[in-house]
Structure formats: C-alpha cells, structure tokens
C-alpha cells in the first residue's frame, strides 16, 4: 500500500469538484409528484392549443381574405394552371363514380350515400388538407369494415335495416371526432411505427376482402329479374371481363356498360342487374339529417368501437397516401401535413354522417393519377368534389343505368392495383420474419379487422426487432493489474453534519475491464450479466459505457443484480464513461446507496499498469474469466461469502410485507441522500503508475 501526498491529494480534490459539475444535481421526486407535474403539464397543452385556436379564429378573415386574393392573382397570371387543375379533377371525378358506387355496395349503403360521401371527402380535404391535390372519397379500407354494421347477419343484426344505417351514419360522427383528436394530440407521427412489411400485408388483406366482396355478383341472381340464372351468370361474366379489358386499357367504364346494353340485351337478349334495380337512386342534393342517437349501452359499445377502428384505418391510409404523392412530388414531408390531413379527414368524415354518407379517406389510386397529371393545387381536388355533385344532381338518370357487373369489373381492376405483388419475391428471396409479417397481417385483415392486423404487425416487427438487438450487444474484456485510489470527500449525515471519508489509501489490484458496446436493454440484459463470473473475476470489477447505452428498467436492474452478487462475495464493481441518459435512468430507479460507491465520472482515472494483463474479446453470453494470477482472499471473507458449498448467490423472500425494503427507507433519509448525491460519486479514482512514481 502506498501512501498518497498531501499536494496531490489536494488536487485530486479540486479534480473531484470538476468532476461532480459534469452532471447536473438528480432528484427523485416524492411519489406522487407526478400527478401535479401532469395537470401542470395537461393545463399547459390545454392553454397552448386554445391560444392557437384563438389566433386561428382572430386571424381567419384576414388570412382568407388575403389568400382568397393571392389565388384570383395567380390563376389569373397562370391561366393555363387553372385549365390542367379543372380538367384533371374531372378526370378523376370520372374515375370515382363507378367507384363510389361499387364501394356503396361492398358496404351494403345506397349508392348515393357512398357519392355524397365522396363529394363531401373530396370537397372537404381539398380545401382544408394537408397536401394539395390529393383526393379522397369513399374507399375500400372503409367499406370492408362497414359493412359488419350493415349486413343482416352482423354485428347490428338485432336492428332493422334503417336502424343499422342510422347508426353506422352516427358511427361515422364519432369517427370524424376521433380522427380530430388525433390531429390535436398529433398522432401522426405513430404512422412511422409501422413497418413495411405490415403495409404490404394491409394491402393485401384489403385486396384480398374486395375480392371476396364481389364473388356474390356471379354466385347468385334474383329470379324475378332474372329467368335463366345461368345465362345471367355467364352474362356477368363476359360484361365483367369486358370492363376488366377496357378499364385496364383506357381507365374508363363507359364501354363497359355499352357493351352490356348493346351485346347482350339487343344481340343476345340477356341483362344484367343494374344499380336502378339493385337501388335507385334520386338526383337530389344532400340533405342534412342529424341521425338518432342509439340508446342502449351495446349499440353504444357497438359504435365506439367501429368509430375507433375506422378513425385508424382511416388515418393511417390518408396519412400513408399524403407521404406517397410527397415523394412524387419530391417534397419534403412535413408531420404537421399529416396532422393536417388527419383533421381535414375527420370533418369530411363528421360531415358525412351529418348528411346520411357513408364516409371515407383517402384514396391512393386517384391521388396518383391527379398528381401525375401534373395537379399541384387544391382546385383539382376540390374540383372533383364539385363535378361529384354536379354528376348526382345531373346525371342520376345515367348512373342508375351502369351494369352491376361494370362496376365487379372496376374493383377487380381495383383489386389488381391494391394487391403487392412484390410479396411473392419477399416470400422467395426475403428474410422469414417479413415473410412472416406479411402473411400474418394479411390473414388477421382477412379474417379479423384491418386495424389489429396493421397492430399485430407492429408488434410483431418490434419484438423481432428486440430480439435482433439483444442479440448484437458485445464487449471487450481485459484482465490486468491497475492502480486504484480511494478519494477523500465530504459529505452530510441525516442531522447535517459533514463528514469526511478517509483519503489516500491506493492499491495495484487485479482489475477485470468490461468495454461493453451496445444497447442493454431487456431483450439484451441476460447477455450483458453472462459476461460476468462471480467465482472466476478478480475482485475488482470495471465496467466501460462509452460505446453503451442504458434503455431500460431491466438494465438498470442488470446491473444493480450484478453489484449485489459481487458485493456478497467480496467484490466491487465501478461503472466509468455512463452516458448523460445512462446516467439519469440509473439514479431515477437504481439504488443511490451502491451507486455513489461505484460511478467514475472520467474513464482516463483508470489506467492499466502494464500490458501484462491478458486482453480477449467478448461476445454477448460468454463467460469471460480472468487468467492473470488475484491475491488470495482472507479467510475471513471466505467465511463469511463463501462457506462450505461455493458463493451464495439467491434472493431471500421477507416474510412479512413491512419486511421489504420500500417499506423500510423513509421518504426524508432517501431525500437527502439524493440531495447529496453527486457529492459522493467518485469513491475510487485511478492514476499513473509512472506519475507516481516520478514524484
């Protein structure tokens, strides 16, 4: 043992000063601090949103005054602009009429509640929408899931057809709120969460349920209409393979219904159902009609949880649609587009169930065309809601002449578009886990609901991605001698009082030195504890977090568990380089009695003495022991560590409750302790030998 000089000794204090000033001073706070700090902080978000609603109202007819002007000014300078922006939202308000009809059959509504609602999807998040151009307008994703609100035989088969609209119409009011919530508490960002994989089995899931939805168009006809069913069966089919043929070449569905009209019924006499004798339809504008509220407490159970369920489908398509044109675009994305987006869809949506419309979101398929036709403004989109309405009010008489089986044709060219055929070459080539994901999310769309699909890909994409980072932590491990100082400081007891620690006492000692690289958390905490050996380590334990990171509980509790087993036998395990955040997780949950005896704020205190120490490499699960020559240990630690049958190493349970140790620390002691706890961090501090031995 060497004794310290009274100089050196003296900076080595003022070194420990510098070093508690490189964290700032940690307290815990009393238990229950949480529940002001979050009324203070809900108070805060309350205060925040209001303020921003208030300007937004103050400043409304300004700012509309001045970009209704900027408008005029531009289209008027850029006439041609406005022209393409016309022509292309009536390009694709084409395009979604047979569309918004064949999905008013799949969820079983008239054919003019799926217009209106697109009209009002489209009108709306044209004007309000986080993204110019995009289009939106009742959609599949929320079609498969309505229609468990409007069949006979579903959820709702205890009401009366009228009754179950009536609430599926209200469903949709809530909807509209809830995805408006999800915009003020900017949910959006949730949206990155979501793997690839998991989307590419949402499309399919959903691919696969339109697909489903329109096999009923060749399975059965209606007798009176129809007298010879299989002539009629084969009539459905040739019409929907014409439609698939034309629509697949020139995007139009025209000809589809020409061809049933023309062919079948005046060259072979047979006909197909069309939407009048399906539904008719008026060409009357919509009209407001608040729906009744559902009184018992399982419709309301009922309607909760489809709204929250269309709310999520349906944002996060709007959400994935916004991000795809962006990247058409080449824009930059913004999440308070999505946000955006998210609000504009829920009052579309609340909207919707106000006027007796089914709903929708975005539509993917129509956005893409709009911007590759070179719309880059809110005209073509709001447009096309315009041009909607026009064609309900106008063309109504036209509309009900479409073949049922022009519009099957539609949707399975929809059906083609949705479904990633990329999924084969994953399944082929790609790792099992997305493989795995992929099928897994499609199955549960299929035949469960595409909102838990999308959550169990989530899910499963994270726990695959903990195991994968348990599994990458390592370490480097070298065992030699190094020499340790016990530093001197002060500190105060319960009453006050300062004490000082003895100072200057330094050994050489037998040091294992632990560079653990990589984040320790508790899909990895096993594997960072099996690089330890209670029997075979010396009995001084050093543990390098500069290439590491604390994540969670579990490894805090790892290491706290790994202190513990050494210090029963002797040992001691000091912990150098923690980062900022690895610093704050140990001191908010980790026990402050240990860890003020073990943390080393700077990793060049600890200096090997020479290369003598033997340096291996240590992956995670390894059990790495020392092969360089300890000191024997006394016997009175062996007698009271070891005893006959090797190291004790297990956990007592208290008998009673008031046995366990949170019931035994008082409030005020631990207060305290943590008041002073950066003053005690710094217990050993390692210097060069050779500095030594030069003075």
């Known amino acids: ?76 300078n850029s006439p041609r602009t406005l022209y393409d922006e016309i ?60 229609t468990d609100l409007t069949i006979d035989d579903g959820v709702l088969s205890y009401l009366t057809t009228d009754e179950r609209l009536n609430v599926l119409y209200f469903t949709m009011i809530i909807c509209g709120f809830a995805q408006i919530l999800f915009a003020w508490f900017r949910l959006a960002v949730l949206v990155r969460l979501i793997p690839e994989t998991g989307m590419i089995g949402f499309m399919n899931g959903l691919a696969i349920i339109i697909f489903m939805a329109q096999l009923p168009a060749f399975q059965t006809c209606d007798a009176e209409r129809m007298a010879d069913i299989p002539r009629g069966a084969r009539a459905n089919f040739s019409d929907t393979s014409a439609c698939l043929y034309v629509y697949g070449h020139h995007e139009t569905f025209s000809q589809g219904t020409l061809v049933e009209h023309t062919l079948f019924r005046m060259a072979f006499g047979i006909s197909t159902r069309t939407v009048s004798e399906t539904a008719p339809m008026s060409g009357s504008p919509p009209i407001f009609d608040w729906p009744t509220i559902p009184s018992d407490p399982k419709t309301i159970s009922i309607v909760i949880q489809y709204a929250l369920t269309l709310a999520a489908i349906g ?77 309900i009010i106008a063309l109504s008489d036209f509309i009900e002449l479409l073949p049922v089986a022009t519009l099957t044709g539609v949707l399975f060219m929809v059906v083609l578009s949705t479904f990633q055929w990329k999924t084969f070459n994953i399944l082929r080539y790609g790792r099992l886990s997305d493989s795995g994901v992929i099928v897994m999310v499609t199955l549960i769309a299929v035949f469960f609901n595409l909102a838990v699909a999308i959550a169990a890909g989530i899910v499963f994409s994270a726990l695959v991605n903990a195991w994968d980072s348990g599994s990458h932590i390592d370490a480097d491990v070298a065992v030699k001698p ?15 009082v300062e004490h000082a620690d003895d100072a200057g006492d330094e050994e050489v000692v037998m040091v294992k030195y632990v560079h653990v690289k990589g984040s320790i958390f508790f899909g990895s905490a096993r594997h960072f504890i099996n690089m330890f050996s209670v029997t075979n380590d010396p009995q001084t334990i050093v543990i390098d977090f500069k290439d590491a990171l604390i994540i969670d509980h579990s490894a ?66 390894e059990d790495v022991s020392g092969e360089v020559a300890e000191e024997k240990k006394t016997e009175s ?19 009673d409750l ?38």
Not at 18 to 47: H, M, V
């Open 637 to 655: 630690i062996h007698s009271s560590y070891l005893g006959d049958s090797g190291p004790v190493d297990e956990y007592h349970t208290p008998k």
């Open 315 to 391: 944002g996060v398509e709007s959400v994935l649609t916004l991000q795809a044109c962006n990247e058409i675009t080449d824009t930059v994305p913004k999440m308070a587009d999505s946000n955006q987006e998210l609000f504009a869809q829920g009052l579309a949506n609340l909207v919707s169930g106000m006027f007796r419309a089914m709903g929708g979101d975005a539509m993917i398929g129509q956005s893409t065309i709009n911007i590759m036709n070179g719309a880059r403004h809110r005209v073509s989109s709001t447009m096309s809601g315009i041009f909607m309405l026009l064609f």
């Open 658 to 695: 008031q046995d366990l140790q949170m019931f035994k620390a008082g409030a005020k002691s631990v207060d305290e302790e943590i008041d002073h706890l950066e003053d005690v961090q710094g217990t050993f501090v390692v210097h060069e030998v050779e500095d030594k031995k030069d003075t």
């Open 482 to 496: 190094m020499l340790v100082k016990r530093n001197g400081h002060v500190f105060k007891d319960e009453k006050g």
């Open 1 to 76: 043992m060497c004794s310290a000089d009274p100089n050196e000794q003296t900076k080595d204090k003022d070194a420990i000063g510098n070093q508690t000033t490189a964290y700032p001073s940690r307290e815990r706070d009393p238990f229950f601090a949480f529940i002001p700090q979050l009324a203070k902080f809900a108070g805060r978000l309350i205060y925040h949103e209001l303020s921003i609603a208030k300007n937004a109202v103050v400043s409304a007819p300004s700012f509309t005054k001045h970009y209704l002007t900027d408008t005029v000014v531009f289209y008027k």
């Open 87 to 146: 022509i292309s939202g009536f390009t694709v308000a084409i395009m979604q009429v047979p569309e918004s009809i064949a999905f008013s059959f799949v969820a079983g509504v008239p054919p003019l509640s799926g217009l209106q609602a697109t009209f009002w999807m489209a009108t709306i998040t044209g004007i309000f929408g986080g993204k110019p151009g995009m289009i939106s307008g009742a959609a599949g994703a929320l079609a498969v899931v309505v």
């Open 556 to 621: 805090v509790a790892a290491i706290g568990g790994i202190t513990h087993r050494f210090a029963k036998v002797g040992k001691r395990v000091l912990l150098i380089n923690l980062p900022h955040k690895s610093h704050g997780r140990l001191h908010r949950t980790g026990d402050h009695s240990i860890l003020k005896k073990q943390i080393i704020l700077h990793k060049d205190e600890l200096v090997a003495v020479e290369q003598g120490g033997k340096v291996v490499s240590a992956s995670a699960g």
